[in-house]
C-alpha cells in the first residue's frame, strides 16, 4: 500500500509541477507519468494514476488561472513568462479570443503553450466556471494518453524481456547512458529544444571548460 501510495504522491506532484505556470521545465511531466505507470500491474492502480494524474494537471492550471487574474496585462513581463516564451502566451491569447474556454482544452497536449493557457485563461478575464470545466476535461486528456502510454510501454519492454532477455535490458542501459549526458548538459547550459544553442562563452561559463585558441590566434595572421 506504501508503494502505490507513493506512485499516486508523485504522480499528482508532477503534474502540479507540469501543469503549474513554468514549474515543469526541468523534467518532462509526460516522461514521468509514462514511467510511473509502466511500474503498475493492475487495470485498478492504473486508476487511481490517472485519477491522481488529472487532479495534479488540474490544480497547476488554476494556479495558473490564479496568477493570470493576479498579474493581468504585467503577465508578460514576469519572469516565468519570459522564461518561456512571450510568443507562446501570445499565441494562447490569440486561441482564447477565438475559441474561449475551449482553448484550455485543445491546447493540453501543446508543449508549452498549454503551461501558459491558464494563466492567459485568467489576465484575459475568461469567465472561472467556463475556464474550470476545460480545464478539468483537457487534464483527463492529458491523464489517459499518459497513464495509458505507460501501459504500452511496460508492455514493449516485457515483450522485449521475453525475446531478448538481458540483452535487452543491456540495450536500455546503452541508450540510457548515451541521453543522459545530453540532458544534463541541456540543463547546465540552457539548450532546450526549439531554442538557439548558446554561444561560446556561454558553454564556456557553464561547463568551465576554456575553447582551444584558434591557430590564427596563435600564428598572428591568417593562413593562405
Do not use: C, K, N
Request: aromatic content about 4%; glycine content about 14%.
Amino acid at each position: 500500500m506504501t508503494g502505490i501510495a507513493l506512485t499516486l504522491g508523485l504522480g499528482l506532484a508532477l503534474a502540479f509541477a507540469e501543469s503549474g505556470l513554468g514549474l515543469g521545465m526541468l523534467l518532462p511531466g509526460e516522461t514521468a507519468v509514462v514511467v510511473l505507470a509502466a511500474g503498475l500491474d493492475t487495470p485498478a492502480e492504473l486508476i487511481l494514476l490517472g485519477l491522481a494524474v488529472a487532479a495534479g494537471a488540474s490544480l497547476g492550471d488554476h494556479v495558473g488561472y490564479v496568477l493570470g487574474r493576479r498579474y493581468g496585462d504585467a503577465l508578460r513581463d514576469t519572469r516565468a513568462v519570459r522564461r518561456l516564451g512571450r510568443r507562446h502566451l501570445d499565441h494562447a491569447m490569440d486561441l482564447l479570443h477565438r475559441r474561449g474556454g475551449t482553448a484550455v482544452l485543445v491546447t493540453r497536449l501543446v508543449p508549452v503553450v498549454r503551461t501558459l493557457t491558464p494563466a492567459a485563461a485568467g489576465a484575459s478575464g475568461l469567465e472561472y466556471r467556463r475556464f474550470a470545466v476545460a480545464s478539468v476535461a483537457g487534464s483527463s486528456l492529458w491523464s489517459a494518453v499518459y497513464v495509458g502510454g505507460g501501459t504500452v510501454v511496460a508492455g514493449l519492454v516485457g515483450a522485449a524481456t521475453d525475446a531478448f532477455g538481458r540483452a535487452a535490458w543491456l540495450l536500455l542501459v546503452l541508450v540510457g547512458v548515451g541521453v543522459l549526458p545530453v540532458l544534463l548538459v541541456r540543463a547546465a547550459t540552457g539548450v532546450r529544444p526549439g531554442r538557439a544553442a548558446p554561444d561560446t562563452a556561454s558553454l564556456e561559463r557553464a561547463t568551465g571548460v576554456l575553447a582551444r585558441p584558434s591557430l590564427q590566434t596563435l600564428v598572428g595572421e591568417p593562413l593562405v
